[in-house]
């Protein structure tokens, strides 16, 4: 979890490989569902131009159809979900469900650097790669290094949507650090580094996370 521009994304690519598993990142599964010819598309495009949240009822539908999923099985990696207390509560049910267990890792950015962070960002048509004309510019400008499909600019990755998206972040999504914090399952880890460094305190987590879990199955066991 963090701001639009912590680098969620990036991170999320980087533990996929990893690890192999799925990534869950609710924000690509509206705007694909905001390209199609439905009138859910038209109610998602309206409400992520505006840097809005999208209710939490569609959220709930489109995540469990999500999260049922085979590939889902041995867990994931959320991106962008939960935002809201509902949320955090609905996946509480599938994770208890399906013997899934939930940790947050909040990824910490000051405000300033967010702004230059969002402004700049690229990201592939095809592939999802994120790039930054800045930090992380791609070899040939507007095309992705990976696969030579074109890049695009979200239409929420303007000043007034990004000015609207962290005050809901504020407002929404901040709360649940108390909530994840008073259960003991919240990390924070610093972001404003490279996305290595920032990975390497993320594999520390994920390995204590392991290591935990391995503990508390050797002793249901015993
Ligand atoms: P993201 O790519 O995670 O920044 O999400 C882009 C946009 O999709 C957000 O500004 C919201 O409009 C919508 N969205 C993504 N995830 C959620 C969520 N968990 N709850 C509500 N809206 C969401």
Redesign the pocket.
Known sequence: MGP?GAG??TQAQMLAERHGLPIV????M??EIALTDTPLALQVRA??AA????S?DI?AEVVKARLCKNDCTDGCIL??????LP?AKLLERIAQERGNRIFVIRIYVPRELLFKRLAGRRTCTVCGSIYHMDFKPPKQEGVCDLDGQPLFT?S?DNEEAIQQ?LALYDEMTKPLFDYYGQTNRLYKVDGTVAPEEVFKQIEEIVKRESNQAGESRGMSEE
């Open positions: 639009q969620k994304g990142a609710t924000g690509d509206l705007r409400v992520q840097g809005q949240l999208v939490d959220l991106d962008g979900f939960p935002r809201t949320q979200r929420d998206r």
